[in-house]
């Protein structure tokens, strides 16, 4: 039997030696061997008839009627009372669809006019295309505090550079690079408008300014790496500039600042290639950091090429070690429970890195719905039309379904374990270990998934729908956030709280050909109020037959109530037989524990949040486990097991 023992303790994981691509290509350098604007060709032109004809027939026809639905869709208006939701009542989601709605419409109609070529759709694109240049801002109502008023209509002579101001300036910077000429002719003040906007929202305030947080120019530890906003906006900046900016001067200088950005989010990003964002945010972390490498590669004539660097390479396969199952990926932080990462982002990864997993997971049951959806943005979009033929030609690919990983880094610290490795039959188990001052943090220390045959049994219910409150001293007062809610124990009666210091201890992980087990020490995850002087946790896989989830705790109080909580998505029967909790027949599992120990009991959560109600429906069932005879020292054991043996 090979045993392969992962990590011991909870040693952050070593920080990577990645070569700064700044101090590589100082200015002076990096304008040698920048392409010149009007040399640079990553894409076919709206001319380059034969190119747009080569697409694959379905992809076509999916463009070109993505085109005409966007001619019927009215353009949604932005009135200022819109844009002041945010400061009056703390909604973001109506403002936010008539924005996003906004730039679809434009994607879409420059996209089905580069296929179609008849200036069908020419009008209609230059409308759109002016109506975003008349908005005020293109800053979102929710990032607008950065600006020395703080929240409420924009000052629009500080223009503030923000997730999605840059990604309207990659709408408009493209638009330009494959229908500029076209435009012109529609009107000669329409691109020459748009080139101004962009320089002036865009490319100007990143050029004069070095305090946007996002930029991470001065990056000193571990414990201030910047979040997935760094990549985001460097990606999108350094679209503006390579694909628009005719100042030559400017873009040299503003292409190196974006290389000084990314230098700041890649020099304390673990070895192991772990995001703390989770999978839901690693397609504009670990992606956004691709784009960036792909557009400097490309403008570069591939002279920059950091692509060899093994961090690069294992921030991309993250993705693949956080999958679940199906549309089940691990949901660290505000990850959705269920999602589809970009399948161009992840295949033109894995072409970069030379990763079959990741070729594969983006090829596997590939359709032009999937491959170009209708709500991808447009710098993404404009890889995967040509991309499209690739991918769809792999459809047929086998997931990896990887039996085993460990990410040890101390922001991590996740196991992620199956039955076999190729197969998604049988038990998986997720747990993870870490800190309560992740990016997107929810308090979940100790957190553990379970599920058999690639169906849930514990879950994590994911984050809801933004607000103003999710990012402000409200956000723990929402039951998504808290521990209780959560595959955790209360201990008496207190919570876990937020923070780096709410962190766990003696962290340990091995697996071999039989088990994968974590082991950790929960209780500095819990405040002085808990009286807890240890919690180890064991989350143990036992290939093939149960997940076993042992509790040893010692207290110094009997102060409150202490209790195990589990999360599920299926309704449970607590009653019909002792020491058990059964689930719906099809789902195929039951639940194990000790009933002279525990009293167990299920409680009904309604949801009424979109975003939770899209992954899991209308409601969420919470297990609860209370103590017969509270004890300062106890072991508690809880097992999941398949009732049918052929698990």
């Known amino acids: 039997m090979a045993l392969a023992v992962f990590a011991a303790l909870s040693s952050a994981a070593a920080a990577p030696a990645v070569a700064s691509l700044a101090e590589q290509f100082p200015r002076a350098k990096l304008a040698q061997v920048l392409l010149p604007l009007q040399d640079w060709r990553p894409f076919p032109v709206y001319t380059n008839r034969a190119a747009w004809e080569s697409l694959p027939a379905p992809a076509k026809a999916h463009l070109v009627s993505l085109g005409e639905q966007a001619l019927t869709n009215v353009f949604p208006p932005l009135p200022a009372t819109l844009y002041l939701e945010y400061a009056r009542v703390g909604n973001r989601s109506r ?58 209509l924009p000052n629009v002579e500080e223009p503030i550079v923000d997730l999605f101001a840059g990604e309207t300036g990659v709408s408009v910077a493209w638009t330009l690079y494959l229908l500029g000429p076209e435009l012109k002719q529609v009107s000669a003040r329409l691109p020459q408008r748009a080139r101004r906007e962009l320089a002036e929202r865009i490319l100007r305030p990143v050029h004069e300014r070095d305090d946007f947080g996002w930029m991470a120019l001065n990056v000193t530890s571990a414990e201030r790496r910047p979040n997935n906003w760094t990549p985001w906006i460097a990606a999108s900046v350094l679209t503006a500039a390579l694909v628009g900016d005719t100042n030559v001067e400017r873009r040299v200088a503003v292409t190196h600042k974006m290389m000084r950005s990314l230098d700041g989010f890649l020099k304390f990003h673990p070895a192991d290639g772990g995001c703390d964002e989770g999978p839901g945010y690693w397609n504009r972390a670990a992606g956004s950091a691709l784009d960036c490498l792909d557009l400097l590669h490309s403008a570069s004539d591939g002279r920059i090429n950091h692509f060899g660097e093994p961090l690069i390479r294992e921030m991309g396969r993250f993705i693949c070690r956080a999958h679940i199952a199906g549309d089940y990926y691990v949901p660290i932080g505000d990850c959705a429970a269920r999602l589809e ?249 039951r639940v194990e524990f000790d009933s002279a120990q525990l009293v167990p009991s299920v409680e009904t959560i309604p949801l009424d949040d979109e975003r939770l109600e899209k992954a899991w429906g209308g409601k969420l069932h919470r297990l609860t486990f209370d103590f017969k005879t509270p004890a300062l020292e106890q072991i508690v054991v809880i097992r999941v097991v398949p009732t049918l043996t052929n698990r």
């Open 95 to 152: 403002f936010q669809k008539h924005y996003f709605d906004r730039r679809e419409i434009l994607r879409a109609l420059v996209f089905a006019e580069c296929v179609e070529g008849r200036r069908r759709f020419l009008d209609a694109a230059a409308n759109a295309l002016w109506a975003i240049c008349e908005e005020s801002s293109w800053c979102l109502p929710a990032h607008v505090a950065a600006q020395k008023g703080g929240v409420g």
């Open 341 to 589: 990462p970009e399948r161009s982002l992840v295949f033109r990864y894995g072409r970069r890195v030379q990763d079959a997993d990741l070729i594969a997971t983006a090829s596997h049951q590939a359709t032009v719905e999937n491959v170009l959806p209708e709500n991808q943005f447009f710098g993404r979009h404009i890889y995967a039309v040509f991309d499209a033929a690739d991918i769809l030609a792999g459809r047929n690919a086998k997931l990896p379904a990887l039996r085993d990983s460990w990410l040890e880094s101390e922001d991590l610290q996740l196991m992620t374990a199956r039955s076999r490795g190729g197969s998604f039959d049988g038990l998986y188990v997720a747990a993870w270990g870490a800190h309560n001052a992740q990016s997107h943090n929810h308090n979940d220390v100790g957190n553990v998934l379970v599920f058999l045959d690639g169906k849930p049994v514990f879950i994590d219910p994911g984050a809801p729908t933004y607000t103003a409150a999710t990012f402000s001293a409200k956000r723990y007062d929402h039951w998504a956030f808290q521990s209780q809610h959560h595959n955790l124990p209360t201990i008496n009666g207190a919570m876990q709280e937020a923070g780096r210091r709410f962190a766990a201890s003696q962290v340990s992980c091995r697996a071999d050909d039989i088990t994968a087990a974590l082991t950790m020490n929960l209780a500095p995850a819990y405040p002085a109020s808990a009286q807890v002087k240890s919690w180890v946790r064991q989350v143990t896989l036992v290939r093939n037959q149960h997940v076993e989830i042992r509790d040893q705790f010692t207290l110094s109080a009997l102060a409150g109530k202490t209790r195990l909580h589990f999360m599920s998505a299926e309704p449970l029967d607590a009653t019909r037989e002792p020491g058990r909790i059964l689930f719906p027949p099809a789902t195929g599992v």
